[in-house]
């Protein structure tokens, strides 16, 4: 298995795919290894062509993460995933990433012992990559195409509630849930709080959510100011 790895690695950092492709969709690096896997054997008994598939998914969407440009969204570090995940998921809970990407926190979220996962983006290249993954690995999850900003009323609350949003994202015109708004507006020139405030809505009593934010989110003035006091003192 780590060999078949670390040739995939080895032909994919050798390869002439367009860095703006890569970026944008990732459909080079991702056709490669799709092509190669639907060439195997699925239908068999035995368990380790599956975790190879796996796991050679798993690499592929490393190498496409270093591949990223500056202006693509990047996918969780696995090492954040993680502690985010055992600070906020419940063995057996129910958890939802409402900006879920290809699902690194959601993968978290499993090993960490959570029995109901589900993942929301706007992107369906990102569900498709999300779902591909999961699969392969037979975890079980849902992925929808929500844009949670719009409609996170949608669904019942969770238990845990795990976010990497994109920073610095200016939010779009819509109304904040009446229990949030105790909390302050953010400004329209970004929504990192906000993310928080709508994570708090989708909770269960007594749950917990985890967010990735920027540093600036701790700090800035004004209504940010204001949303963090009152986050803090509730």
Partial sequence: ???????????????RVDEREVADSGTGVINAIVNEIDRWPFDTDDASVRRVASRLFEAILRVRAERLSRT????????????MAQAAVRPRGTVLDPACGAGSTLIAASAAGAETIEGWDISVKALARASM??????????????????????????DSVLVHPPFGQKPPEFNLPPDLEAYGISPKSRADLLWIQLALSMLKAGGRAAALLPAGALFRSGAEASIRRFLVDA
Wanted: aromatic letters at 4%; charged letters at 30%.
């Fill in 133 to 158: 993954r999961f699969e392969l690995a037979q975890i079980e999850a849902s992925f929808h195409q929500v844009d949670a900003m719009l409609e996170s009323e949608l669904r019942a609350p969770v």
């Fill in 1 to 15: 298995e780590r060999l078949l790895i670390d040739s995939l690695n080895e032909r994919l950092k050798d390869s």
């Fill in 72 to 83: 693509a969204g990047p996918e969780t570090p696995e090492s954040i995933s993680n502690l």
